[in-house]
């Protein structure tokens, strides 16, 4: 499943540098799926839809830091654990139980993303 983060945010930004895939933005940055991965141009996600990875994307969140379950792999491919909770002062980095994926749905997300 992927990472939320929670209202319990202190807008520290620990966990946006620790994203392997760039997931993790400031709360009303927009979003690109281009930001940390291979992705360039017209690209077809896994769910079928068709976006250009360079355009910028609604925020998901304008207060607090928030992670784009489209891009979040819980850090499977690089790492043991999420990064972004490994490294969270206040434990606000939980798993979204409205995203819950298996491993291998997070494996094959991360080879899309980095066209492995």
């Known amino acids: 499943m992927a990472i939320i983060i929670t ?20 709360g009303a940055d927009d979003w690109r799926y281009k930001d940390g991965t291979k992705l360039s141009g017209k690209v077809v996600l896994p769910d079928g839809t068709e976006v250009d990875a360079e355009d910028a994307q609604t925020p998901i969140s304008d207060e607090v830091y928030y992670i784009v379950p489209g891009k979040c792999t819980e850090c499977k491919g690089f790492h043991d654990e999420p990064q972004c909770a490994a490294v969270c002062p206040v434990d606000c980095c939980i798993p979204d139980d409205n995203h819950v994926e298996t491993e291998e749905t997070l494996l094959n997300r991360q080879a899309f993303l980095h066209n492995e």
Not at 8 to 21: F, L, R, S, V
């Open 7 to 26: 209202d319990e945010c202190i807008n520290c930004g620990a966990c946006e540098p620790e994203c392997p895939n760039t997931a993790i933005y400031e």
